[in-house]
T-cell receptor, first 113, second 118 residues
Framework: DQQVKQNSPSLSVQEGRISILNCDYT??????FLWYKKYPAEGPTFLIS?????DKNEDGRFTVFLNKSAKHLSLHIVPSQPGDSAVYFC????????????FGEGTQLTVNP | GAVVSQHPSRVICKSGTSVKIECRSL??????MFWYRQFPKQSLMLMAT?????????EQGVEKDKFLINHASLTLSTLTVTSAHPEDSSFYIC??????????????FGPGTRLLVL
């Protein structure tokens, strides 16, 4: 049972344009969500997070949107840069229980110069 | 940001041997460490959660006798793959967290260890 899903295995955008990565979840107990960026043969690095009490969190070029009713979150990167090319994982968990994270399958983002 | 190291970064071993992977939090004390496994083009699959000084909690389907986890100190956790077989070949990643609540602390991931069992 895949509780966190990233339906797009890959996404290609032009430099300077917006990249939108999507993530859906099924577990209504999830109340904290994170996005990680991963390069090949490296561990994921934390990008941005959002708690379920918010519907938007912004950090520089990265913005995460949360739609609780739809159980959907998205990561917007604007403007996209070639260095953003990587695999992006969304992850979800239950904040107060300190439980482990459940990851999506990842989306390979390629930003073309 | 916080740094988590893993050693070795890559290991090749013969079938039947045991391999130990170390995970260290370099600039903070990790109350909880996690071990993940990633197959090519797939998600990170949590194998087990370990808290310092207590037994690890394994996810369903993960053999605790095959994947031995020791979290002896607040900065070190080890994963030992016992009697490794070719199907154990994978990318193993650890992560460390200082706090309990995710809003206070995030997980910091190590660079991963590529295991190839011949």
């Amino acid at each position: 049972d895949q509780q966190v899903k990233q339906n797009s295995p890959s996404l290609s955008v032009q430099e300077g344009r917006i990249s939108i990565l999507n993530c859906d979840y099924t577990n209504s107990m999830f109340d904290y969500f994170l996005w990680y960026k991963k390069y090949p043969a490296e561990g994921p690095t934390f990008l941005i997070s959002i708690s379920s009490i918010k519907d938007k969190n912004e950090d520089g070029r990265f913005t995460v949107f949360l739609n609780k009713s739809a159980k959907h979150l998205s990561l917007h990167i604007v403007p996209s840069q070639p260095g953003d090319s990587a695999v992006y994982f969304c992850a979800a968990g239950e904040e107060t229980s300190g439980s482990r994270l459940t990851f999506g399958e990842g989306t390979q983002l390629t930003v073309n110069p | 940001g916080a740094v988590v190291s893993q050693h070795p970064s890559r290991v090749i071993c013969k079938s039947g041997t045991s391999v130990k992977i170390e995970c260290r939090s370099l600039d903070f004390q990790a109350t909880t460490m996690f071990w993940y496994r990633q197959f090519p083009k797939q998600s990170l699959m949590l194998m087990a959660t370990s808290n310092e000084g207590s037994k690890a909690t394994y996810e369903q389907g993960v053999e605790k006798d095959k994947f031995l986890i020791n979290h002896a100190s607040l900065t070190l956790s080890t994963l030992t793959v016992t009697s490794a077989h070719p199907e154990d070949s994978s990318f193993y990643i650890c992560s460390a967290r200082a706090g309990v609540r995710m809003s206070q602390e995030t997980q910091y991931f190590g660079p991963g260890t590529r295991l190839l069992v011949l």
